[in-house]
Nanobody
Framework: QVQLVESGGGLVQPGGSLRLSCAAS????????MGWYRQAPGKQRELVAV???????TFADSVKGRFTISRDNAKNTVHLQMNSLKPEDTAVYYC???????????WGKGTLVTVSS
């Protein structure tokens, strides 16, 4: 089992920045892709950004140029730096990781990001 714990959410004004972090713990033998998803009220969960173990990244079009994703394989952590935040970025952000020989997908419980003046 792998547990993912997110941190760093909160209230920020439009144009501001936040940094989300996610730490993986438990019976970790190997973690492959790690990423962030978000779910706004009344909407489906959507991909924000993914980073492979080797550092390749993918971003949703809506966050390209504003968000960056990074990871520390030694510490089993992944971070999402969010800049130039917009009200439409308001959502619960979930950490996601693919781990183990079966490439099982694990989810954190989420952290709320609210962008509002």
């Amino acid at each position: 089992q792998v547990q993912l714990v997110e941190s760093g959410g909160g209230l920020v004004q439009p144009g501001g920045s936040l940094r989300l972090s996610c730490a993986a713990s438990g019976r970790i033998f190997s973690i492959y892709d790690m990423g962030w998803y978000r779910q706004a009220p009344g909407k489906q969960r959507e991909l924000v950004a993914v980073i492979t173990r080797g550092g390749s990244t993918t971003f949703a079009d809506s966050v390209k140029g504003r968000f960056t994703i990074s990871r520390d394989n030694a510490k089993n952590t992944v971070h999402l730096q969010m800049n130039s935040l917009k009200p439409e970025d308001t959502a619960v952000y979930y950490c996601n990781a693919e781990a183990g020989a079966s490439h099982r997908v694990y989810w954190g419980k989420g952290t709320l990001v609210t962008v509002s003046s």
